[in-house]
C-alpha cells in the first residue's frame, strides 16, 4: 500500500527557513515523479515543485530561487527545504506521487507570521 | 501561461447528474492528461479521475471524465449523486509548467 507522510511544518517568523519531509512506504521515491503542492487557507490547490525519477526539479515562479525539492534514496524520503520564507507561503504542503493515479499526502502547515 | 478556468460551485439533488467543466486557455487541452481530484473539507485531496478518463481503484463507476475538443474543456460527471459527494473539485494538467491547477469547483448536494 502506498503511504506519504510528510512532517516538518509548524510556526516560522518571515525570512525564515524551513525543512519539509515526506516519508514514503510501498513504493520506491527515487523511482517515481514526486511532486509538491500548496494549500494557502480557504484557497486552492498550487504546484510548488517537482522532481523527476532522472533527478530533474521544476519549481513555480512564485517560490524558484528560495526553495529546493530533494530526496534521500537511502531513507526513502522527499524533502522541500524552504528559505526566505515569506507570509504568503503559510498554506498546508501536500507531496504527492504520479504513477499514472496520483497518490496524496495528508499534508503539513506552514505558517509563517511574526 | 495556460490557465485552466472552472465554475466557481454547483448543486444539485440527490441522485441526480452533474457536469463539472475545466475549459483550457490556449492550446488544445486534449495535447495533454487531465486529472480530476476530490478534497472534502479538512482533508487532503484524492484522486477521482486520471489520464483524462480513467478511475484509480476504488473510486465508484458514478464518476467519469471527458475531453472535448471543439470546446477545449474536459469533464467531469457524476451520476446518482450522494451526500457524500459533496467536496472541492479540482481538474489539473500540464503545459510548460508541470502542473497546472483549475481554480476549483465546489459542488453542493442538497
Known amino acids: 500500500e502506498v503511504q506519504l507522510v510528510e512532517t516538518g511544518g509548524g510556526l516560522i517568523q518571515p525570512g525564515g527557513s524551513l525543512r519539509l519531509s515526506c516519508a514514503a512506504s510501498?513504493?520506491?521515491?527515487?523511482?517515481?515523479?514526486m511532486s509538491w503542492v500548496r494549500q494557502a487557507p480557504g484557497k486552492g490547490l498550487e504546484w510548488v515543485s517537482v522532481?523527476?525519477?532522472?533527478?530533474?526539479?521544476y519549481y513555480a515562479d512564485s517560490v524558484k530561487g528560495r526553495f529546493t525539492i530533494s530526496r534521500d534514496n537511502s531513507k526513502n524520503t522527499l524533502y522541500l527545504q524552504m528559505n526566505s520564507l515569506r507570509a504568503e507561503d503559510t498554506a498546508v504542503y501536500y507531496c504527492?506521487?504520479?504513477?499514472?493515479?496520483?497518490?496524496w499526502g495528508q499534508g503539513t502547515l506552514v505558517t509563517v507570521s511574526s | 501561461n495556460f490557465m485552466l478556468t472552472q465554475p466557481h460551485s454547483v448543486s444539485e439533488s440527490p441522485g441526480k447528474t452533474v457536469t463539472i467543466s475545466c475549459t483550457g486557455s490556449?492550446?488544445?487541452?486534449?495535447?495533454?492528461?487531465v486529472q480530476w481530484y476530490q478534497q472534502r473539507p479538512g482533508s487532503a485531496p484524492t484522486t477521482v479521475i486520471y489520464?483524462?478518463?480513467?478511475?484509480p481503484s476504488g473510486v465508484p463507476d458514478r464518476f467519469s471524465g471527458s475531453i472535448d475538443s471543439s470546446s477545449n474543456s474536459a469533464s467531469l460527471t457524476i451520476s446518482g449523486l450522494k451526500t457524500e459527494d459533496e467536496a472541492d473539485y479540482y481538474c489539473?494538467?500540464?503545459?510548460?509548467?508541470?502542473?497546472?491547477f483549475g481554480g476549483g469547483t465546489k459542488l453542493t448536494v442538497l
Open positions: 504527492a506521487r504520479v504513477a499514472g493515479t496520483t497518490d
Open positions: 510501498g513504493f520506491t521515491v527515487s523511482s517515481n515523479y
Open positions: 522532481i523527476y525519477s532522472g533527478g530533474s526539479t
Open positions: 490556449s492550446g488544445s487541452i486534449a495535447s495533454n492528461y
Open positions: 489520464e483524462d478518463n480513467q478511475r
Open positions: 489539473q494538467s500540464y503545459d510548460s509548467s508541470p502542473w497546472v
